[in-house]
């Protein structure tokens, strides 16, 4: 049986590798407008928080030495990846979509998609602030390194979908 996921230590390491990635991991470019590190470092943070690395045959999610598998570096695949585990019931790291950013903790991540229905990016809640009684969750991220920005994002894209992760 899975440990319960640590938010706090998800947190933790989210704050201090935001603006400086951790030197361990290698930091995908965001290049001609494709790629980027956000979903590695969403990965990374997930592990700190007690996420076991996950090297099943059908959705593996894993990094060793510098390399990655696709769910663990693509935010579409780790989204993928976090849903269809809540749905089987795998013995694994879970998101469970929610629709309401009242139900969001820190350590729950944030998915973008855009207008051709692709999740392209990916963010971590690293705290919440209220505002008039409602949750406002503030975001740290890589490829374009941020921390505690606010999660309604200033480029084009169609929704957001919010995962409260669970192991």
């Known amino acids: 049986m899975l440990n319960k996921y640590n938010r706090r230590s998800a947190v933790n390491y989210a704050v201090k590798y935001a603006v400086d990635p951790n030197e361990n991991y290698k930091y995908f470019k965001f290049i001609n407008g494709n790629g980027g590190d956000c979903t590695n470092f969403v990965s990374q943070c997930l592990k700190a928080g007690g996420a076991p690395m996950d090297k099943n045959n059908i959705r593996p999610w894993w990094y060793q030495s510098g390399k990655a598998s696709i769910c663990w570096g693509v935010a579409h695949s780790l989204y993928w990846y976090l849903k269809m585990n809540q749905s089987t019931k795998r013995n694994a790291i879970k998101g469970q979509e929610v629709q309401d950013?009242?139900?969001?903790?820190?350590?729950?991540?944030?998915?973008?998609?855009?207008?051709?229905?692709?999740?392209?990016?990916?963010?971590?809640?690293?705290?919440?602030?209220?505002?008039?009684?409602?949750?406002?969750?503030?975001?740290?991220?890589?490829?374009?390194?941020?921390?505690?920005?606010?999660?309604?994002?200033?480029?084009?894209?169609?929704k957001e979908h919010f995962l409260k992760i669970i192991l």
Do not use: C, M, W
């Open 101 to 158: 950013v009242n139900e969001l903790e820190i350590g729950d991540v944030i998915f973008y998609e855009n207008y051709r229905n692709i999740i392209f990016h990916a963010a971590i809640i690293t705290s919440l602030i209220d505002i008039e009684g409602n949750k406002e969750p503030r975001i740290s991220q890589h490829s374009n390194n941020q921390l505690n920005e606010t999660y309604k994002k200033n480029y084009d894209y169609k």
